[in-house]
T-cell receptor, first 112, second 115 residues
């Protein structure tokens, strides 16, 4: 099992809909979780961090963490064509190594 | 000005050539990282450095070397470039003194092509 798994997609949603992106991880002791957005040919941009079970909202973005089930999700409300990008989930490996393990990313397409 | 810069942004080189990619940051972060990204393989860690005297191999360090010249500068070298090193290379930084010590911030990337 990969340490961080995401469905590669593409996930296609109509403009204005809710996009739901999911990520599962294998390390039960992970405490920090990150979502990055990457436009084609550009660098990853940190958009959300979550450390506690439950929901964390930031504008149109909501991160949801369920440590018992070992998954973290990202909801994008009122999706816009400008949200079309690849979304990377990242989790630190066991031990305070300062590293991140990245999933392969889910490509989101928001159609006008 | 960007907090993390990379030079060059694009480079085409020939097999066997030595090439250096440079990364500079003004964020004041101690930790710096080099990744490569290939289609379908995601981001893979090449080397990372927690301070000027602490340099560590990542998961794919073979064929690469690094130099941490200062807190703000971290260079990646390909000693003898080969075509399968064609990829997008990213530098990143993080700050262990902050509450969110694992957050990493990326430079704009270098697109390297080895012919």
């Amino acid at each position: 099992q990969k340490e961080v798994e995401q469905n590669s997609g593409p996930l296609s949603v109509p403009e204005g809909a809710i996009a739901s992106l999911n990520c599962t991880y294998s390390d039960r002791v992970s405490q920090s979780f990150f979502w990055y957005r990457q436009y084609s040919g550009k660098s990853p941009e940190l958009i959300m961090s979550i450390y506690s079970n439950g929901d964390k909202e930031d504008g149109r973005f909501t991160a949801q963490l369920n440590k018992a089930s070992q998954y973290v999700s990202l909801l994008i409300r009122d999706s816009q064509p400008s949200d079309s990008a690849t979304y990377l989930c990242a989790v630190p490996p066991t031990g305070n190594t300062g590293k991140l393990i990245f999933g392969q990313g889910t490509t989101l397409q928001v159609k006008p | 000005d960007a907090d993390v810069t990379q030079t060059p942004r694009n480079r085409i080189t020939k097999t066997g050539k030595r090439i250096m990619l440079e990364c500079s940051q003004t964020k004041g972060h101690d930790r710096m990282y080099w990744y490569r990204q290939d289609p379908g393989l995601g981001l893979r860690l090449i080397y990372y450095s927690f301070d000027v005297k602490d340099i560590n191999k990542g998961e794919i360090s073979d064929g690469y070397s690094v130099s941490r010249q200062a807190q703000a500068k971290f260079s990646l070298s390909l000693e003898s470039a080969i075509p399968n090193q064609t990829a997008l290379y990213f530098c990143a930084t993080s700050d262990p003194t902050g509450g969110e010590s694992y957050e990493q911030y990326f430079g704009p990337g270098t697109r390297l092509t080895v012919t």
